[in-house]
Nanobody
Framework: VQLQASGGGLVQAGDSLRLSCRAS????????MGWFRRAPGKEREFVAS????????RYAESVEGRFTISRSYAENTMYLQMNTLKTEDTAVYYC?????????????????WGQGTLVTVSS
C-alpha cells in the first residue's frame, strides 16, 4: 500500500492549509484512514481518522472544530482541511491506513504509513 502525502508548507497562525494523501482506489475504498503528526521533540500523535465508508470521523481534542478529515473516492485521496492554525500545530504530518480497522486512532491500528509532510505555523 502506497500513501503519498502532500500539501504541507509554511503559514502564519490563523491561516488555513489542506493536506492530501493519495492512494490506490482499493486502499481508499477498503481501509479506515487517518492523519498523525509528530511535533519537534515529541511523540507521534493521532490527529484525525475517517472510516472506510466516510461515515465516521474522529478527532484529537486539540484539533476538534478546526480540522476536518474527508475522502474522495473519485480522486482516491484523503484530505485534512486545517483551519485557524496555531503554532502548536507545527509538525510533520503523516497519513495512514488501517486494513481491517474501523478507525486509525493509534499507531497499533495502522498497517501502512505515508511519508510525512511538514507543516510550519509561524506566529
Amino acid at each position: 500500500v502506497q500513501l503519498q502525502a502532500s500539501g504541507g508548507g509554511l503559514v502564519q497562525a490563523g491561516d488555513s492549509l489542506r493536506l492530501s494523501c493519495r492512494a490506490s482506489a482499493r486502499t481508499v475504498s477498503n481501509n479506515a484512514m487517518g492523519w498523525f503528526r509528530r511535533a519537534p521533540g515529541k511523540e507521534r500523535e493521532f490527529v484525525a481518522s475517517i472510516s472506510w465508508n466516510g461515515h465516521i470521523t474522529r478527532y484529537a481534542e486539540s484539533v476538534e472544530g478546526r480540522f476536518t478529515i474527508s475522502r474522495s473516492y473519485a480522486e482516491n485521496t484523503m484530505y485534512l482541511q486545517m483551519n485557524t492554525l496555531k503554532t502548536e500545530d507545527t509538525a510533520v504530518y503523516y497519513c495512514a491506513a488501517g486494513r481491517g480497522a474501523a478507525a486509525v486512532t493509534s499507531s497499533a491500528s495502522v498497517t501502512s504509513w505515508g511519508q510525512g509532510t511538514l507543516v510550519t505555523v509561524s506566529s
